[in-house]
Protein backbone atom coordinates (compact mmCIF):
# COMPACT_ATOMS: atom_id res chain seq x y z
CA UNK A 1 0.00 0.00 0.00
CA UNK A 2 1.25 3.25 -0.90
CA UNK A 3 1.15 5.88 1.96
CA UNK A 4 -0.23 8.64 -0.17
CA UNK A 5 -2.79 9.76 2.64
CA UNK A 6 -1.41 12.41 4.70
CA UNK A 7 -2.78 13.60 8.40
CA UNK A 8 -3.37 16.62 7.05
CA UNK A 9 -5.75 15.31 4.31
CA UNK A 10 -7.40 13.27 7.12
CA UNK A 11 -7.88 16.22 8.71
CA UNK A 12 -9.24 18.11 5.87
CA UNK A 13 -12.07 15.55 5.48
CA UNK A 14 -12.83 15.31 9.16
CA UNK A 15 -13.30 18.74 9.12
CA UNK A 16 -15.45 19.00 5.89
CA UNK A 17 -17.52 16.01 6.97
CA UNK A 18 -17.90 17.72 10.54
CA UNK A 19 -16.24 14.84 12.27
CA UNK A 20 -14.49 14.68 16.08
CA UNK A 21 -11.77 11.93 15.26
CA UNK A 22 -9.63 10.28 17.78
CA UNK A 23 -6.03 9.32 16.69
CA UNK A 24 -7.07 5.51 16.17
CA UNK A 25 -10.17 6.36 14.31
CA UNK A 26 -8.00 8.80 12.23
CA UNK A 27 -4.98 6.24 11.68
CA UNK A 28 -8.10 3.68 10.56
CA UNK A 29 -9.50 6.22 8.18
CA UNK A 30 -5.99 6.52 6.67
CA UNK A 31 -5.56 2.68 6.32
CA UNK A 32 -9.31 2.93 4.46
CA UNK A 33 -8.78 5.44 1.98
CA UNK A 34 -4.84 3.98 1.07
CA UNK A 35 -6.96 1.02 0.20
CA UNK A 36 -9.50 2.41 -1.75
CA UNK A 37 -6.82 4.50 -3.87
CA UNK A 38 -4.75 0.55 -3.92
CA UNK A 39 -8.00 -0.53 -5.29
CA UNK A 40 -8.37 2.05 -7.85
CA UNK A 41 -4.72 1.57 -9.03
CA UNK A 42 -5.49 -2.11 -9.34
CA UNK A 43 -8.66 -1.35 -11.83
CA UNK A 44 -6.77 0.94 -13.76
CA UNK A 45 -4.74 -1.68 -14.55
CA UNK A 46 -7.01 -3.37 -16.28
CA UNK A 47 -6.65 -3.22 -20.52
CA UNK A 48 -10.13 -1.14 -21.43
CA UNK A 49 -8.93 -0.69 -24.96
CA UNK A 50 -11.96 -1.13 -27.63
CA UNK A 51 -15.18 -1.07 -24.63
CA UNK A 52 -17.28 1.79 -24.83
CA UNK A 53 -17.56 4.07 -21.52
CA UNK A 54 -21.32 4.15 -20.12
CA UNK A 55 -23.13 5.85 -17.96
CA UNK A 56 -25.69 3.09 -16.93
CA UNK A 57 -25.43 -0.88 -17.35
CA UNK A 58 -28.78 -0.92 -18.92
CA UNK A 59 -30.01 1.80 -22.10
CA UNK A 60 -31.47 3.73 -20.94
CA UNK A 61 -34.17 6.03 -23.04
CA UNK A 62 -36.20 9.36 -22.01
CA UNK A 63 -39.69 9.14 -21.89
CA UNK A 64 -41.31 12.00 -22.32
CA UNK A 65 -44.84 12.17 -23.58
CA UNK A 66 -46.79 15.60 -24.26
CA UNK A 67 -48.81 17.37 -21.17
CA UNK A 68 -52.41 17.09 -22.16
CA UNK A 69 -55.19 17.21 -19.69
CA UNK A 70 -57.62 14.17 -20.80
CA UNK A 71 -60.19 14.65 -17.72
CA UNK A 72 -60.35 18.59 -17.66
CA UNK A 73 -62.68 20.54 -15.29
CA UNK A 74 -64.84 18.12 -13.94
CA UNK A 75 -65.48 20.34 -10.41
CA UNK A 76 -69.06 19.29 -9.94
CA UNK A 77 -68.58 15.44 -10.00
CA UNK A 78 -65.57 15.92 -7.78
CA UNK A 79 -67.41 18.35 -5.10
CA UNK A 80 -70.59 15.96 -5.47
CA UNK A 81 -69.99 13.97 -2.47
CA UNK A 82 -68.07 16.04 -0.41
CA UNK A 83 -69.74 16.71 3.03
CA UNK A 84 -69.59 20.35 3.12
CA UNK A 85 -68.58 22.69 0.26
CA UNK A 86 -67.99 26.51 -0.10
CA UNK A 87 -67.68 28.80 -3.02
CA UNK A 88 -66.93 25.87 -5.13
CA UNK A 89 -64.26 23.83 -2.58
CA UNK A 90 -64.68 21.44 -0.29
CA UNK A 91 -64.71 22.82 3.34
CA UNK A 92 -62.78 21.23 6.04
CA UNK A 93 -62.40 21.20 9.81
CA UNK A 94 -60.30 23.88 11.81
CA UNK A 95 -57.13 21.80 12.78
CA UNK A 96 -56.11 24.92 14.93
CA UNK A 97 -57.73 27.90 16.76
Request: aromatic residues 6%.
Amino acid sequence: MANRISDETIEYVGILAKLDLSEEEREQAKRDMGNMLDHIDKLNELDTRGVEPMSHVFSVNNVFRRDEVVNGDDRENMLRNAPQKKEGAYMVPKTFD
